[in-house]
């Protein structure tokens, strides 16, 4: 059983950062997807960012040159730097992590989600 816990949401202005971490409880082999989705209200949930296959990074359209993952295995930990922000990227973030299998953006295949942390930028 894998935990994930995230960190890191809360209200920021038009323009601005934030850094969400997760942590999971458990070491995730480097090859296997660590993702992030999002959902907004009335909104299906999104993949926003992923990291697998080591390094290997993927970004939906809508947040690309704004948001980085990354991960730093000694702490079992991936992050989402958002910078630029604007109100659309309002919703609540979601830890994902599931075996690779090219499709790390599919919510109905994730197996481990974490709890989810809000984000609400205002104009």
């Known amino acids: 059983q894998v935990q994930l816990v995230e960190s890191g949401g809360g209200s920021v202005q038009t323009g601005e950062s934030l850094r969400l971490s997760c942590a999971a409880s458990v070491y995730i082999y480097t090859g296997d997807c660590m993702a992030w989705f999002r959902q907004a209200p009335g909104k299906e949930r999104e993949g926003v960012a992923a990291?697998?296959?080591?390094?290997?990074?993927d970004y939906a359209d809508s947040v690309k040159g704004r948001f980085t993952i990354s991960r730093d295995n000694s702490k079992n930990t991936v992050y989402l730097q958002m910078n630029s922000l604007k109100p659309e990227d309002t919703a609540i973030y979601y830890c994902?992590?599931?075996?690779?299998?090219?499709?790390?953006?599919?919510?109905?295949?994730?197996?481990?989600w974490g709890q989810g942390t809000q984000v609400t930028v205002s104009s």
């Open positions: 994902a992590t599931k075996r690779y299998d090219g499709r790390c953006f599919v919510p109905s295949t994730i197996r481990y």
């Open positions: 990291i697998y296959a080591g390094t290997t990074t």
